[in-house]
């Protein structure tokens, strides 16, 4: 099973970017779907954004499309998520996912194996 190990989460002011970068090992990185989700606080786990391992194609929520850009390095074995304009709606437990297999989309917490401990990102005024 591949592990993963976020980072980048901060306190951040409203307005400014953030990326949050994820690096895996252990796993055949470069066949695995990989995605972002958040958990505010009292709230359920939500899926933020995704990436293929075919063609590194991207999908992301409606909530976050134009502000969130996903990446991956295949050779660095990293999936990172740039963040844009940062709102207070971000604030989030942000969770890097992986997932083995072909199914696409690939937006709910079920349809992923394995889980990084999460980075906070808390944005203030």
């Known amino acids: 099973q591949v592990q993963l190990v976020e980072s980048g989460g901060g306190l951040v002011q409203a307005g400014n970017s953030l990326t949050l970068s994820c690096a895996a090992s252990?796993?055949?990185?470069?066949?695995?779907?990989m995605g972002w989700f958040r958990q505010p606080p009292g709230k359920a786990r939500e899926f933020v954004a995704a990436?293929?391992?075919?063609?590194?194609?991207?999908d992301y929520a409606d909530s976050v499309k134009g502000r969130f850009t996903i990446f991956r390095d295949n050779i660095k074995n990293t999936v990172n998520l740039d963040i844009w304009d940062l709102e207070f709606g971000d604030t989030a437990e942000y969770y890097c996912?992986?997932?083995?297999?072909?199914?696409?989309?690939?937006?709910?917490?079920?349809?992923?194996?394995?889980w990084g401990q999460g980075t906070q990102v808390t944005v203030s005024s």
């Open positions: 996912a992986a997932k083995s297999g072909t199914t696409w989309p690939a937006r709910e917490v079920n349809d992923y194996d394995s």
């Open positions: 990436i293929s391992w075919i063609g590194g194609l991207p």
């Open positions: 252990g796993g055949a990185f470069s066949r695995l779907t």
